[in-house]
């Protein structure tokens, strides 16, 4: 469990991007409530950030930039709710273990003369791998696409007037420690707004409560959905104090606190299990 | 969506908005490319559409001297460790693709890839 980590070793995991999924969700929900970690990430993205300049640049597809201002605007036809990505689109596969080869970029960068000649060459040369590189060209071409769009949005910002709302649409969060590990289900349709959690295997320690909270960037702190049972359902929950894109984006995560709930209206520790919302018809892991 | 409602917290202090913008995009696409650990987007048609612009010589400039600094630094690792590092941050492996690849258990993953990030920060340390 990730929780076990030094946190140095777990930010430098994150920023590396090796941690698996059900890790990453626990990070980001620890990230958010504790300081220290979350400058340590920090520290550790911004050294390691020069490699991306090293990234071929990808001519993101042409109708990202429409659908994006179309979101932002709340004029598009995309639904907000976990928009199904190109890479949600992808055929299973065998990973692609070295797809670029670290010597041959390494062998590149920059050098002791002219470094502006010196990277953009490299810069070409890497470019001819990329009949190679493939995961990274979904992320330029999203960057690409973003850092062109920027000042586009500026000028819709003022125009961001509401999100369009979700039809009816059912999603769910496997709340888990790891995936050989799921606590809770939960349910949320929404276009209503509304959960329903549904205990699996969690085990509530004595004398403590269940507390589930939902953490998402446009909050500016964890929200508290109420406490949970590991012996009933709670069904029918409303969500209606919060957006459906807090709603569909958000890390939902349980904490263990004391009985009756968080004395102070924040989580007292880290959460014991974490999860994010997935289409209904698809499998978390 | 990501940058637009991040857009606060940019810091101009910390580095260049590029890096900056690229760093939620790539933990966007990671969080992606985790979730649906077995899938791969190698067959993502709009993926294989590549055409780059190179970049603006002033942008180049600008991160130049990082790009150097950690080339440096990363050319102090041990080799092996080195391949790991840039593979786990440039082609998105995991744990478990590095372990394959590399013929160590993922425990011994793990704990290279912890002290190599460690001296790599302590070589970028001023």
Redesign the interface.
Known sequence: MTRDY?I??LA??Y???????AE?AEVDVRRAIEPDLAAAI????????????????????ANIRTR?LG??AGLGSRSPVAPK????????????????R??E??SR??GDGD??IE??HA??EI?AL?GR???????????ST??AS?AG?VMYRDTLVRVPEAASQTFVAVLQKDAQSPAFLMTVDVGKRQFTVRPVSAKQPAGKSYELWIIH??LNAPKSLGLLADNAPRASVSLAAFDTRAISGATYAVTVEPSGGSPTGAPSGAPVFVG?L?PAGLK?? | ??????AADFDPG??S???????I????????????????????P??????????L?LQ??E?????????EC??KLD?KR??M???????????E??S??FGHPVAT??TW??RS??Q??SC?SP
């Not at chain 2, 709009?46 to 970049?55: F, H, M």
């Open positions: 030094d140095s070793d430098a995991e920023a590396l991007g090796t941690l698996d999924s990453r920090v520290a550790v993205e911004r050294d390691l950030a020069p490699l991306i300049m090293l990234v071929p640049d990808v001519e993101p597809p994006l979101t932002i990505s190109s890479i949600d689109g992808a055929e299973p596969g065998t990973a692609n273990i070295g797809a670029i670290p010597s970029l390494l960068g920059v470094t502006v990277l953009a810069r070409e470019a990329r590189v493939s995961r990274w060209r979904v992320l330029t071409a999203g960057v973003l850092a920027l949005l960037d446009t994010k997935l978390a892991d | 969506m990501k940058i637009w409602e991040r910390r580095g908005p590029t890096t900056w913008m690229a760093t995009a790539r933990n966007r696409a990671l969080d992606e490319v985790r979730r649906h650990s077995h899938a791969s987007i190698e067959d993502t709009e993926a294989l559409s590549v055409a780059s612009d190179e970049p010589p180049l400039a991160t130049a001297e990082d790009v150097r600094r950690l080339k990363l050319e080799p080195r391949d590092v840039v593979l786990a941050y440039m082609n998105g492996s995991s744990r693709e590095l394959q690849k993953i793990k890839l912890h990030i460690a790599l920060r970028l």
